[in-house]
C-alpha cells in the first residue's frame, strides 16, 4: 500500500504550490503599491494661441491670447490666461456699426487623463472662469421718420459699460513635436454665468467669449513652450 506515501507527497506539492502563490501575491501588492516619486513642481508652460490670432487677422474680430500653465506631477496644470479682444464690425444689410476692444482674464485648472502621465502625448479635461469688463460703440445711418418722412433720425451710443462672467469646460490633447516645442488643440463650451449691458442697446461681441449669447462652442489652437 502506497496511499501514505501518495498523500505525503500530495501534501508536499500542495504546500510548495501554496507558498509559490503567496509569494507572487506578495510582489503583485509590492508592485501595486510602488510609491510616486515624482516631484511635486515639473516646469512651466508658456502658449499663444493662434485661432483667434488668425480671426483678427484675415476678419473684424478676433483676440490675442497667452496663456501660462504650471506643471504639477505631470497631470494637474493650473493655468492663467490673458488676452486682447478686439472688434470692428458693420452689418451688411443695415449699416449699423459695432466696435469694442478691452482685455480679459480667465483662471483654472487642467487635468492629465493619460494612463501613463509622463507621456509626451496628453489628453487632458479643464474649467476656467473668466471675467473682462469693456465699453462698446454703436452707430446707425440716419433713417427717416415713418411718420413725418423728412425728419432724419440718427441712432447710436459711445462708450456703453459691459461686463462678462462665464465659465468655460475644456476638453483637450497635447503633443511634443520638438524638445521644448509643443502642441495643443481644444474644444470649449463657454457658458455665461453673469453679466450687465447698455440699458438701450445689447453687446454683440464680447472680448474673449466671442459673440455675446447664453452659450457658445469655439476650439483653439495653441503653441506651447516647455521651461
Known sequence: MNHPKRFSTYIFFLSISLLLSGTAQAQRKKILHIPDTT?????????AELVGAAMKVLGDQGQYEAGLRINLKDRYFPVVELGYGMCDHEEKTTNIT?????????????????????DDY?????????????????????????????????????????KYHWAEAVFGAQAKIWKFVHLGWSLRYRKRVSYSEGEHSKSWYVPGYGKSGNSNIMGTFHLIFAI
Not at 102 to 113: S, T
Not at 128 to 147: E, M
Open 122 to 162: 496628453r489628453l487632458y479635461i479643464g474649467a476656467r472662469y473668466a471675467y473682462t469688463n469693456f465699453k462698446v460703440d454703436y452707430s446707425s445711418p440716419p433713417i427717416t421718420d415713418p411718420f413725418w418722412h423728412d425728419t432724419q433720425i440718427e441712432w447710436g451710443e459711445e462708450n456703453m459699460q459691459c
Open 39 to 47: 516631484a511635486w513642481f515639473q516646469g512651466v508652460e508658456v502658449s
Open 98 to 118: 459695432y466696435k469694442t476692444k478691452a482685455p480679459y482674464g480667465k483662471i483654472g485648472v487642467d487635468f492629465n487623463v493619460m494612463k501613463n502621465k509622463h
